[in-house]
Every structure is written in structure tokens, then in C-alpha cells.
């Protein structure tokens, strides 16, 4: 099987994700990225809730607070992947509120930037192949201030709180400029805004550029930090993404550089395991990410792959390439990861706390 070199991906999109000062976002409208409800603000923005959560919604503050939406419902062998976890993401709803103060549930309508452009293609991933190539004709070039301008104009016009700017893609951190931009604009109108970030993980190269600027922004309170791993292992990393499989430890030093820099940093895991070692093969990960810190498989949060529209068209895709999904059932990996590999090296007084809570 031909796997292809991500950082030579990296360097020819990031040409086309900026112009003159300007970032290239997705076009969502009619992109089929939502299985649901149509949730796109403008033709360019979209948004991400959890409105459909009413015990969530209907709890008492202390409750939303305590760990009674932590971990796995009770009988994950009888509910649809999706209800297999009590909340779908602990961030950025409880991060914001912890740094920031206030009800996690006044940070949970995000308001969402997806960039154009990434250096994997990720069998799994919900944005349709031509979104993710930088392609200037499948969007829009915005500046930092026209981009919270549409925020503000959303914020006015939303029946819900909406205190959250998620910078997403696509893979933000291959133009990690968009950043600082963001932040200096949320910043110079005195926004009291929550700033997340995602990442692959793939390009600290980019990250280290831009070192004691980045930093600066990094550090603030009101800016978080996930990192998704693509794969318990190389082999496994290759299959998801299509990157030659040296490039998995790229994620790792990418995650060392944000650790080093004092992020407030999380990690995500797909539910994407192949192979029948499964087990052994999670916890040769968890081992990994405490050699980065002890704490950091605290910090992560496993995640259900659903067949969103645009996804199921890479599923196809993949598959045909020789890079299909794995078969095992996803609440397999929910489980391993919750009742029997974690309890092996945390207590439950600290299983019992958010990522948010967790120090690392």
C-alpha cells in the first residue's frame, strides 16, 4: 500500500490557506458535514451543541459539577454508539468554565472556523475529501476581524449563550498564525470569549516558527489546546490517515512542544482500533502519553466516529484504497478504556474528575 508524506502535503496547502493576511474557510453550506439539524450560521460558519442533552440541560449546577456526567452509561451493550457516553465532549464547555468561571452549560454553543485544508486524510473524517484540499473555489478567504465580526453578528442573533470561537479544520496548526490573529482581535475588543483550538498533531515545524508569539497566546486562560492522535500505534496511524508511518511520532513531539509551552492541553482518540490486541495495544498508548506527562490520559477524551454524510463518502473512499475502517464494534474501546485499562492507573477520586480538573 502507497502512503504519502504529510509534511510535503503540509507545505503545498499552506500556500493556498493564506492570502495577504487572509485564511481560506470551508464553505459548509451543502457540504453534508451534518447528519442532523442543519447548524450552519452562514454559508462559511457553522456551530456545534449539545442541545439534544436535556438531563445535561435539566441538572442542577452542583450536579452538572459533580461526576454524574462522567464516563459510560450503565449498559453500553444495549444503546446506539452514540449514548454510549453521559456527554458526548467534556470540552470546551467545562474547560471554559473552569478557567473562566460561570456554568459550563453557558460554553456549550460553539461557535465554529473550519479551515480548509489538511495533511492526512483521515478514512474517518466527516469533512468531505474536496473540503480538505485548500481549495480557494470550495471557500472563502476571511481576516481575523471579519471572522469575530460573523461571531458577534451570531452571538446577537442566538436564543442560547454562544461564548465559545473554536478554530478548527482541516488542520489549524499547519497555519498556526490564524491563532494569534484570532486571539490579538478577541482580545482587542475585550471579548469575554473562550478560544479552543484543535490539532493533528502533524506539524510542529509550523508551531515553532511563530515559538514566542504562539507562546504568549498559549498560555492565556482563556485559550485551550486539543490534540487529536490518529491511532494507538504506527500501523494503526498509516491505515487512518494515510501517512507513512514514521510520521506517528510527529503527534508526540507536536504534543511535547504545547506541553512545554504551558497549553492548556487535551488529547483526543478516535474509537479506531485494529487487530485483535487491542487491549495491550491501548495500553502501550496510555503508557506513551504518561512518558509526556503522568497526567495526560486523564486529559483525554475517546471519541465515537459517526456516519456523518461527508464521512460516510470516506469510509467508501478508504475502503476502496485498502484503508477501511476497522470492524470492531466501537463500545469495545469504550469499555477497555474506561472500567479496565484506566482503573490500572488512576484512583477513582481521580477518575471522578474532569479533564479540566486534571493538572498537569
Not at 506513551?288 to 473512499?317: C, H, M, Q, S
Amino acid at each position: 500500500m502507497n502512503f504519502f508524506n504529510p509534511l510535503k502535503r503540509a507545505k503545498i496547502i499552506r500556500q493556498r490557506m493564506m492570502k495577504d493576511g487572509k485564511y481560506l474557510i470551508a464553505k459548509i453550506e451543502g457540504s453534508g458535514q451534518e447528519r442532523k439539524d442543519k447548524k450552519v450560521l452562514d454559508t462559511y460558519f457553522r456551530y456545534k451543541d449539545y442541545m439534544d442533552n436535556k438531563k445535561w440541560f435539566s441538572a442542577s449546577l452542583k450536579e452538572v459539577c459533580s461526576s454524574k456526567f462522567l464516563g459510560l452509561v450503565k449498559d453500553i451493550w444495549s444503546v446506539p454508539i452514540e449514548e454510549v457516553k453521559k456527554m458526548e465532549f467534556q470540552n470546551p464547555s467545562y474547560s471554559a468554565a473552569f478557567r473562566m468561571g460561570g456554568d459550563p452549560r453557558e460554553y456549550s454553543k460553539v461557535f465554529t472556523i473550519q479551515l480548509s485544508g489538511c495533511d492526512f486524510d483521515c478514512n474517518y473524517c466527516y469533512v468531505p475529501k474536496q473540503i480538505n484540499i485548500a481549495n480557494p473555489e470550495l471557500g472563502r478567504y476571511f481576516s481575523a476581524k471579519e471572522i469575530i465580526s460573523f461571531f458577534l453578528s451570531a452571538k446577537q442573533e442566538s436564543k442560547e449563550p454562544m461564548n465559545v470561537v473554536r478554530i478548527s479544520g482541516g488542520n489549524p496548526t499547519i497555519i498556526p498564525e490564524i491563532i494569534i490573529d484570532i486571539y490579538n482581535e478577541i482580545k482587542s475588543q475585550n471579548l469575554d470569549v473562550y478560544l479552543w483550538i484543535d490539532s493533528n498533531l502533524s506539524t510542529p515545524k509550523y508551531l515553532e516558527g511563530l515559538d514566542d508569539n504562539l507562546k504568549n497566546t498559549l498560555n492565556q486562560k482563556n485559550v485551550g489546546v486539543v490534540g487529536c492522535f490518529k491511532g494507538v500505534c504506527k500501523e494503526d496511524f498509516s491505515l487512518l490517515t494515510g501517512a507513512e508511518p514514521e510520521y506517528y511520532q510527529k503527534q508526540f513531539e507536536t504534543a511535547k512542544w504545547f506541553l512545554k509551552h504551558k497549553t492548556d492541553f487535551y488529547v483526543y482518540l478516535p474509537a479506531l482500533v485494529y487487530g485483535n490486541n487491542i487491549e495491550e495495544k491501548l495500553k502501550g498508548f496510555i503508557e506513551r502519553l504518561r512518558k509526556l506527562n503522568k497526567n495526560l490520559p486523564l486529559r483525554t477524551e475517546v471519541l465515537e466516529i459517526i456516519d456523518y454524510p461527508g464521512a460516510k463518502l470516506n469510509f467508501e473512499r478508504a475502503g476502496k484504497m485498502g484503508r477501511p475502517l476497522p470492524k470492531i464494534d466501537q463500545r469495545i474501546i469504550f469499555d477497555l478504556w474506561h472500567n479496565k485499562i484506566l482503573p490500572k492507573f488512576y484512583s477513582q477520586e481521580e477518575l471522578n474528575k474532569y479533564c479540566c480538573e486534571i493538572l498537569l
